[in-house]
């Protein structure tokens, strides 16, 4: 059974940067069939995709979001993580960890963490 | 950016009943479009992937159809849990797109 769970600090001051860890159980960051994703949701609103990063370490992310963003694998402790810059209020959201599903040509995000509320205030 | 757009944004409906969600995309997205429901306080959970492809452990009440542009979320006879919100994303191309979200309510 694969499960995923976010850690990190669930407050961060204006201007400083967001850390988030994804720790995988069940399932390995190395494998080639998987990418592993970072989505948020501000607090009622909708989805955000933040990025991605294979087993290769190449990483796809939200233009968006693209100059503050760095998605990064501990391939030995099988985790990921997510570093987010220079963040504002408008950086609340809910932060999921997801694993998206190679084999399957549309590539849906098949596992999802329970998600970690961060909220970016002085 | 791909827009995705769902229809309605929310609606009333009863145990039984029949709900259809709508999810346009601004471009032909072939059938890269996925469902998830998500209930208050939880993840998402990946419900039909390919437009149409059931994820396994999902009850047949669910079905999802289109191809393109247009595609459309069913489910027969609803049941208390799935009052729920409803996201449709396509994964197309990048960066992967929402929709704004359904939430059907009693």
């Known amino acids: 059974q694969v499960q995923l769970l976010e850690s990190g600090p669930g407050l961060v001051k204006p201007s400083e940067t967001l850390s988030l860890t994804c720790t995988v159980s069940g399932d390995s960051v190395v494998r080639d069939t998987y990418y592993w994703s970072w989505i948020r949701q501000p607090p009622g609103k909708g989805l955000e995709w933040i990025g991605y990063i294979y087993f290769s370490g190449n990483t796809w992310y939200n233009p968006s979001l693209k100059s503050r963003v760095a998605i990064s694998l501990d391939t030995s402790k099988n985790q990921f993580s997510l570093k987010l810059t220079s963040v504002t209020a408008a950086d609340t959201a809910i932060y999921y960890c997801a694993r998206v599903t190679t084999f399957i040509q549309v590539v849906p995000f098949d596992y999802w963490g329970q998600g970690t509320l961060v909220t970016v205030s002085s | 950016d791909i827009q995705m757009t769902q229809s309605p944004s929310s609606l009333s409906a009863s145990m039984g009943d029949r709900v259809t969600i709508t999810c346009r995309a601004s471009q032909s997205i072939s059938n890269y479009l996925n469902w998830y429901q998500q209930k208050p306080g939880q993840a998402p959970n990946l419900l039909i992937y390919?437009?149409?492809t059931l994820q396994s452990g999902v009850p047949s009440r669910f079905s999802g159809s289109g191809s393109g542009t247009d595609f459309t979320l069913t489910i027969t006879s609803l049941q208390p849990e799935d009052f729920a919100t409803y996201h449709c994303?396509?994964?197309?191309?990048?960066?992967?797109?929402f929709g704004q979200g359904t939430k059907v309510e009693i």
């Open positions: 994303q396509q994964s197309y191309n990048i960066p992967n797109t």
């Open positions: 390919a437009a149409s």
